[in-house]
């Protein structure tokens, strides 16, 4: 495996490579600046997915010109590693020339939030000075579960158009090294060469290459090194006024190069804006897919578990093409 860059050295490269840096007081300000709270109304959960609407949904549904479908989703991780200190557990029931039944079935067990499962992550999963998104207080949340911004409201499932950025063939490369920043001029580039324009209520997907060069090299601390994006595309995202953020990793470049910030892109995305996460997607074969057809939009198809109160859920989005 490659060296990692320590993160020192990583800010010492943000700052002098004439890309912007951002500041605590940045993020703070964004929190007001960017978000969505009161927009659709004082009670609304759904936050940007009311941007995905029927006419958008009806438009993404015109995209579908080939019939090929492609899986998002990694296969579950069963073994544990130091980016996946919590395997997904898998326990065969009634197995055997010994089984009694005619039916053979299993037990699931899985933690999904962190760096190894592929999952949504809910309105409800992160909060910001005692409040989460639309000012729903953090302090609702019990050990029952999130009464309010539950991934319950996104059972109707996502139906949209999604763009895939992919960074690593913009830059000439298989990945993007750990610790590298992706900036909103990264994001124009991506849209210029690829003629795919995101707009109101699409689906980002930011392709760093992540799982590859796990398949390749191996797997390392992605929650301490991660390519992904810098804070500063927070206001690019805004601007378009995407619905949803997904990546192959947490989305959020890590270390953030936001002192005191751990996360700013998640801070700003899912509480200011009201936007749900989806993690750890694998998007090999859908890069593979749309570099073939030479087309980086597609019909997204996604629903997560209905978990009553849940944060959010493991599941399997769907690229259609």
Not at 41 to 67: C, F, K, S, Y
Not at 135 to 152: H, K, R, S, Y
Not at 154 to 178: C, S, T, Y
Request: glycine share 8%; with cysteine; hydrophobic share 45%.
């Amino acid at each position: 495996m490659r060296k990692l860059l320590v993160p020192t050295i990583l800010a010492v490269l943000a700052c002098a490579n004439g890309q912007p840096t951002v500041s605590k007081a940045d993020v703070d300000a964004w929190m007001e600046s960017l978000s969505n709270w009161g927009r659709w109304g004082d009670e609304d959960q759904l936050g940007a997915m009311n941007l995905i609407t029927p006419e958008t949904r009806l438009a993404a549904a015109r995209l579908v010109t080939q019939g090929v479908s492609v899986s998002l989703a990694r296969d579950v991780e069963k073994v544990e590693a130091v980016d996946n200190p919590r395997p997904f557990k898998h326990t065969m029931l009634n197995v055997g020339l010994n089984n009694p039944s005619q039916f053979v079935s299993d037990d699931y067990q899985v933690s999904y939030h962190g760096y190894a499962h592929t999952h949504m992550d809910s309105l409800c999963h992160m909060a910001y000075g005692g409040k989460m998104y639309n000012g729903f207080p953090q302090a609702d949340v019990v050990a029952e579960g999130a009464p309010t911004l539950a991934v319950t409201n996104f059972k109707q499932g996502i139906f949209a158009r999604a763009v895939l950025m992919d960074i690593p063939r913009l830059k000439g490369v298989d990945w993007l090294e750990p610790g590298t920043p992706i900036y909103p001029a990264d994001l124009d580039a991506w849209e210029e060469q690829s003629g795919a324009r995101v707009g109101s209520g699409d689906v980002v997907l930011i392709r760093t290459g992540r799982w590859a060069r796990r398949d390749k090299e191996g797997p390392w601390d992605v929650s301490k090194i991660s390519a992904g994006l810098h804070a500063s595309s927070a206001t690019w995202l805004k601007d378009r006024d995407a619905a949803i953020l997904g990546s192959d990793a947490a989305s959020d470049v890590s270390p953030s190069l936001v002192e005191g910030v751990n996360q700013p892109i998640h801070q700003l995305v899912i509480i200011a804006m009201g936007m749900p996460i989806f993690d750890n997607l694998d998007l090999e074969a859908v890069s593979a897919e749309a570099a073939r057809q030479e087309r980086w939009e597609f019909l997204l198809t996604a629903a997560p578990m209905a978990v009553s109160g849940g944060t959010g859920s493991p599941f399997n989005p769907i690229a259609t093409f």
